[in-house]
């Protein structure tokens, strides 16, 4: 039924409708002033949220063969609406209908007039437009369900949700299986019927769901609602009812899982992040499992570095990270990544985000100096004890102080920030045991020795992130007046925060540089990294203490990478730059990808799942890892 129908028309009066002389369907009828009443005692129901049924009195009617059947199921998508006789015979005929079809439907329409109109009220007659069923929301399920709906929708304005909730249940219990589910195959009319039936009655449920959730009573929605969610997994509204229904009973794990099950979802088939409300309900059950602070008990520390006040985009990222914090006991969390791809930056905005449901502190500790050596551990560990008040005497013998320190921590609720980790070797001594204390590492490595964790992969920004960034720096007014120019800077920058802040803060002093002409110098594979250096912020700086601590070897595969005219190639192109088999380049460019230098190869979607050849994989280089590593080559006179 289409919105006109909700409209006050829904409740038809039978007075001044005229009745259909028989005779050739295109014949109208005058409409006269003097009116019928409708006779009392003759109840009239006609059911369409199911197989299309009708009766009177209680006892059924018989509405005839299929296509008889068809006309009135049509007739039935716009009640007290004319329908054309052109609608119904395409509904009845879609593929030829035949000479004698308007001869024929006058016929099944003669028929049904006299089944469901014997007292001849003019229930059924032509006028302007075609045919026209006059019914009121008494008469017929569909418009009943409307009237509901919209007496629920006043009473929540009216600020009753509790008679809201009662009129709402009351519209959805009319519901008994799917609209025409009897005729809605065989005809095109009746499945857009039917498409929109489903999409009113799920605004109606969550209309429902939500007044349930005002009044208190989270119960019926957390019973029903996994249905509606099978049927509309990418609905928004109703995942944000399932979360806050299940949330408010109890069954938060179900929570989680539901919201991770639909952010999964979103990503993947539509490329989208939760919006606002879904984020919200998730945000609001994660500061309900915050545990409360006893009253007068004094905070833990909060030692953090301040988190950026434009910190842009990662909302995948942040969302799969805090979820996973959220569950006590859980492996630490380890977030990897490319050089300037903004590990740090992104840690400390978790932390800060979480700070509250570890009230015993939340601290956080490089674990490399600044020339990229490894900090002893008993330096990190005395740091971090001091930092959060452990006044514990800890051994000097290493496993003996990690015992020590894994008891006091046991019970607290902590949040450990452990930046930059070398290797798996340096972390072990420090992490949390299992249980309320948790921890979050940074590492340029992958670390694959580090058993268990569950990692996170940070990808470069997306374009429209990368923008964004960029405009926060720079302006707006700069990139949306010169917009094809930005998008070659934020290429050009490798979408990575720390060369696009580098660059930002370049353009916020060069205000007389057009952004086409900076992105000339960006696109120089010479001048590019002179250009991504301001202030503290040098990308040539920070990728050359990367390559400082780089394995022997795997600076050597850089250099010979380094003549690669592009940053992405195949396994074959790899194994000629390094003069290896295909077998022992492979292993080459997998040390790469362990020590974080090189990404996960590509692989096509549609055969991402199967076994795929190794030399049908694509690598790509981070392009400024590329511009340095060629810096490198040259300077020890290789030529590429």
């Given at each position: ?6 409209e ?37 129901r006609l ?18 063969p ?10 039935l ?13 395409d509904?009845?005929w ?8 308007r ?36 008469e ?9 709906a ?6 929540m ?6 008679h ?10 009319l ?6 589910s ?6 095109e ?12 009655r799920?605004?109606?449920y969550e ?8 009044i208190?009573?989270?119960g019926p ?5 996994d249905e ?11 995942r ?19 919201y991770?099950?639909?952010?999964q ?12 409300a879904?984020h919200?309900?998730?945000?609001s ?7 409360p ?7 833990g ?8 006040g434009?910190f ?7 969302d799969c ?15 990897t ?12 905005h ?34 971090l ?11 000097a ?17 902590i ?8 290797d ?9 045991p299992?249980?309320t ?11 694959p ?27 707006r007014?700069?990139?949306a ?5 930005a998008?070659?800077i ?5 979408h990575?925060p ?21 992105a ?7 001048e590019a990294l ?7 912020l040098g ?6 203490g990367a390559?400082s ?5 795997a ?5 010979a ?5 592009d940053a ?9 730059c ?6 022992e380049?492979q ?8 020590v ?12 991402a ?6 030399e049908a ?7 400024l ?5 060629r810096?490198?080559a040259?300077s ?5």
């Amino acid at each position: 039924m289409t919105d006109s129908l909700t409209e006050s028309r829904g409740v038809a009066s039978y007075h001044g409708i005229p009745r259909e002389p028989a005779g050739d369907l295109g014949t109208e009828s005058p409409v006269g002033d003097h009116g019928t009443e409708k006779p009392a005692g003759t109840p009239l129901r006609l059911n369409l949220l199911g197989p299309l049924r009708a009766s009177r009195d209680g006892l059924p009617l018989a509405l005839g063969p299929l296509k008889q059947r068809l006309v009135l199921a049509v007739l039935l998508t716009r009640p007290n609406t004319p329908v054309s006789v052109e609608e119904l015979t395409d509904a009845v005929w879609p593929d030829d209908p035949p000479r004698t079809a308007r001869k024929n439907l006058q016929a099944y329409v003669s028929t049904l007039r006299r089944v469901l109109d014997p007292d001849d009220l003019g229930r059924l007659h032509h006028g302007p437009g075609g045919y026209v069923l006059r019914l009121t929301a008494d008469e017929c399920d569909s418009l009943r369900f409307e009237e509901l709906a919209r007496r629920g929708d006043t009473e929540m304005r009216a600020g009753a949700p509790s008679h809201a909730a009662r009129t709402y249940r009351q519209a959805l219990d009319l519901w008994r299986h799917d609209p025409f589910s009897d005729l809605a195959p065989r005809a095109e009319v009746l499945r857009a019927a039917v498409e929109r039936r489903h999409a009113r009655r799920l605004a109606v449920y969550e209309a429902w769901a939500e007044a349930q959730l005002e009044i208190g009573d989270p119960g019926p929605v957390a019973d029903t609602v996994d249905e509606m969610v099978r049927l509309h997994p990418l609905r928004e509204r109703l995942r944000a009812a399932q979360l806050t229904a299940l949330h408010r009973v109890g069954r938060r794990t179900e929570a989680l899982a539901a919201y991770d099950d639909c952010r999964q979802r979103l990503s993947r088939e539509l490329g989208l992040e939760p919006g606002a409300a879904l984020h919200g309900a998730y945000r609001s059950l994660l500061d309900d499992m915050a545990p409360p602070r006893p009253r007068g008990a004094p905070d833990g520390s909060r030692l953090l570095p301040p988190d950026l006040g434009d910190f842009t985009g990662r909302a995948w990222e942040l969302d799969c990270v805090e979820a996973h914090l959220a569950r006590d006991g859980g492996p630490p969390v380890l977030v990897t990544g490319a050089v300037g791809v903004g590990k740090t930056a992104f840690a400390v905005h978790v932390a800060h985000r979480l700070a509250a449901r570890y009230p015993d502190g939340v601290v956080t500790t490089r674990l490399c100096a600044e020339d990229g050596s490894t900090r002893p551990w008993a330096s990190v560990l005395t740091e971090l004890a001091r930092a959060l008040g452990c006044t514990e005497r800890l051994p000097a013998h290493r496993e003996e102080a990690a015992t020590v320190w894994r008891s006091w921590l046991s019970g607290r609720r902590i949040l450990l920030l452990l930046d930059d980790a070398p290797d798996a070797a340096a972390l072990a001594p420090l992490l949390p045991p299992s249980g309320t204390a948790a921890a979050l590492v940074t590492s340029r490595g992958r670390l694959p020795w580090l058993e268990p964790a569950h990692r996170v992969e940070l990808p470069p920004l997306s374009t429209e992130e990368a923008l964004d960034l960029l405009g926060g720096i720079i302006g707006r007014a700069r990139p949306a007046a010169e917009h094809t120019a930005a998008e070659r800077i934020v290429a050009a920058t490798g979408h990575l925060p720390l060369a696009l802040r580098a660059a930002g803060n370049r353009l916020s002093v060069l205000r007389h540089v057009p952004l086409g002409q900076y992105a000339d110098r960006l696109e120089h594979p010479v001048e590019a990294l002179d250009e991504l250096a301001s202030g503290g912020l040098g990308v040539r700086t920070r990728l050359a203490g990367a390559w400082s601590r780089l394995p022997a070897p795997a600076r050597g595969s850089l250099r010979a990478l380094a003549a690669l005219p592009d940053a992405a190639f195949t396994l074959p192109a790899a194994a000629r730059c390094l003069g290896q088999e295909a077998r022992e380049a492979q292993r080459s460019l997998e040390d790469l990808i362990d020590v974080g230098v090189l990404p996960p190869p590509s692989l096509p979607e549609v055969t991402a799942h199967l076994a795929t050849a190794p030399e049908a994989m694509r690598y790509e280089l981070p392009w400024l890892t590329l511009l340095f590593a060629r810096e490198q080559a040259a300077s020890q006179g290789e030529r590429c």
